[in-house]
């Protein structure tokens, strides 16, 4: 099997699909406290933020490979949704210096992901 084969196509997208809604998952369960903390919204908003971290946590059960691979992987896939967040949500465009750091850490997943295992 090479990276570039059919089947390894398609598992590699279902994985970064995951990685995309597990990484909305924990942002939703951080940013809601922050509204609390930092904008004074109801504190009502701990409960959705507490469910959503459930469903991350569930959610990063659902990975394919071992946990520590995953967890490694994952991060460049939540360094790309966090800073999507920061500009369709927060309204603050990423610069440049956003952009490149991003494609690394992107890099840095497909590796993780794509290396070939014994």
Not at 82 to 101: C, H, I, K
Request: aromatic content about 12%.
């Amino acid at each position: 099997m090479h990276w570039y084969d059919m089947e390894t196509l398609i598992t590699f997208l279902r994985v970064l699909l995951l990685f995309t809604i597990t990484a909305l998952a924990e942002i939703i369960g951080c940013y809601l406290p922050w509204l609390i903390l930092k904008q004074g919204r109801p504190i009502w908003l701990l409960a959705p933020a507490a469910m959503s971290l459930v469903v991350f946590a569930w959610l990063l059960t659902l990975h394919p490979t071992a946990a520590g691979r995953t967890y490694a992987a994952y991060g460049g896939v939540y360094v790309a949704v966090a800073l999507l967040w920061l500009w369709q949500v927060e309204g603050v465009r990423p610069n440049l210096w956003d952009v490149v750091g991003c494609a690394l850490t992107l890099a840095g997943m497909a590796i993780i992901m794509l290396a070939p295992r014994t």
